[in-house]
């Protein structure tokens, strides 16, 4: 089975501080995916990699940056975090290509809950 | 703009009452279609994914089908475990290099089953 782990559940940080966010999955995955996700906007694509120590925005990737130093861990960094920042975190990986040719199912880890006060 | 619409929002169902779940597309093409289910406060679980329209594929109560604007997620005799949030996602031909591994997100359908 597919395993991506994340490395807190629950973090509360305060306004101004600098948050690591780790994400580590067991697969041999090429693909990792940053989002958030808040009520009413559902799912939102923060960073991509699709090998190591490349990286792609997504469509909000303002106030984060992303590192992939090795294939199995994406990290996420928030330079200076805000409220606005306040979310649930979700990281996903995936083969460049499935087994039945499709173009890779994301795997989702557990999430983490960032309260920023 | 290409969008991912899911209806209803919410659904509450007595524990066998069949029904489906709407999840439907505005997108320039298509390359597959995803469904997950999110239980609160977790990550979402893979269920499906559809790449061509007339697919249709089943896991225990749940049926996945696929047409050209929409795709159905029918539940049968739904029981109270599968209460859930249910996200379907689209990945875009749009999209080349990189940019082709992108989902993107409907806002979900949770679903209540009622003992």
């Known amino acids: 089975d597919v395993k991506v782990t994340q490395s807190s559940r629950y973090l509360v940080k305060r306004t101004g501080e600098k948050v690591f966010l780790e994400c580590v999955q067991d697969?041999?995955?090429?693909?990792m995916f940053w989002y958030r996700q808040d009520p009413g906007l559902g799912l939102r694509l923060i960073y991509f990699s699709y090998d190591v120590k490349m990286k792609e925005k997504g469509d909000i990737p303002e106030g984060y940056s992303v590192s992939r130093e090795k294939k199995e861990r994406f990290s996420l960094i928030l330079e200076s975090a805000s409220t606005n920042q306040t979310s649930m975190y979700l990281c996903a990986s995936s083969l460049r290509v499935d087994s039945g040719g499709g173009q890779g199912t994301q795997y989702f880890g557990p999430g983490t809950r960032l309260t920023v006060l | 703009e290409d969008q991912v619409t899911q209806s209803p929002e919410a659904l509450r169902l007595q524990e066998g009452e069949s029904s489906s779940l709407n999840c439907s597309y505005t997108v320039s093409g298509l390359r597959g279609l995803f469904w997950y289910r999110q239980d609160p406060g977790k990550g979402p679980e893979f269920l499906f994914t559809l790449y061509s329209a007339g697919e249709e594929k089943e896991k225990e109560r749940l049926k996945a089908t696929l047409t050209k604007k929409e795709s159905f997620l029918h539940i049968t005799a739904p029981k109270p475990e599968d209460s859930a949030t249910y996200l379907c996602a689209v990945q875009l031909l749009a999209y080349s290099g990189a940019g082709s591994y992108q989902l993107t997100f409907g806002k979900g359908t949770k679903l209540s089953v009622i003992p």
């Open positions: 697969m041999d995955h090429e693909n």
